[in-house]
């Protein structure tokens, strides 16, 4: 699969669970996003790194740690989550960020217990 | 704060007819807008996009108008297929900012 691909598509996890959601883009992007896309409200961004350096967090709890290792790969790290964290967690990425085209992964649909 | 407002929220349409889906921003500084399709199970997909120094842009059956003085947008989708049948979100992005502020999404059936 090309352009952005997403690791798992689904995840079912326990309240007391550490699991990551992998991000990977083919698309030569220097900026890469996290959303979370609940039921009937807007795609929410979580976070946003260019270069590999983080430039905006919209005050996510701490139980989601984001993290950067290259402009290709992007992770979101999950632990101690709350059921109402349960939604499809979408990554994106753009060519240079701000007004550039965002284009998106198929997402994580999680499920938490 | 900054957000979008995107009416209406459900829209059904006979299979040819016209759809027309709008959006209202707040921040006047907004300058680019993308709609985003997304059918069920699958990615956001960009459709169309705007930005701030055209007022209107086509593409085959889809089109986007620009009001920056009223600070709305609107989608229009002519001769309607079942394969539209889909959500549609707006969004408004400005410049200085990596964030897109998107409207809660409009759900299209096309009736065939």
């Known amino acids: 699969e090309t352009g952005v691909t997403q690791t798992p598509r689904h995840l079912v996890m326990g309240m007391t669970n550490k699991k990551s959601l992998k991000c990977e883009q083919h698309l030569g992007h220097n900026a890469m996003y996290w959303y979370k896309q609940s039921a009937k409200k807007p795609l929410e961004l979580m976070f946003v790194y260019s270069l590999e350096e983080r430039v905006e967090n919209n005050s996510v709890p701490s139980r989601f740690s984001p993290e950067c290792p290259n402009s290709s790969h992007l992770f979101l790290h999950l632990h101690t989550l709350q059921p109402e964290d349960s939604a499809l967690y979408l990554c994106?990425?753009?060519?240079?960020?701000?007004?550039?085209?965002?284009?998106f992964g198929p997402g994580t649909r999680l499920t938490v217990l | 704060g900054e957000n979008v407002e995107q009416h209406p929220s459900t829209l059904s349409v006979q299979e040819g007819d016209s759809a027309v889906i709008k959006c209202t921003y707040s921040?006047?500084?907004?300058?680019?807008f993308p709609w985003y399709k997304q059918e069920l199970g699958k990615r956001p997909q960009l459709i169309i996009d705007?930005?701030?120094?055209?007022g209107e842009k086509k593409d085959q059956r889809i089109a986007v108008t620009l009001n920056k003085t009223a600070k709305h947008f609107s989608l229009h989708i002519t001769e309607t297929q079942p394969e539209d049948s889909a959500v549609y979100f707006c969004?408004?992005?400005?410049?200085?900012?990596?964030?897109?502020?998107f409207g809660t999404g409009t759900r299209l059936k096309v009736l065939a």
């Open positions: 705007i930005r701030s120094n055209v």
């Open positions: 994106a990425s753009s060519l240079g960020g701000r007004t550039d085209t965002q284009y």
């Open positions: 921040d006047s500084a907004s300058n680019y």
């Open positions: 969004a408004a992005s400005k410049p200085g900012t990596y964030k897109y502020i």
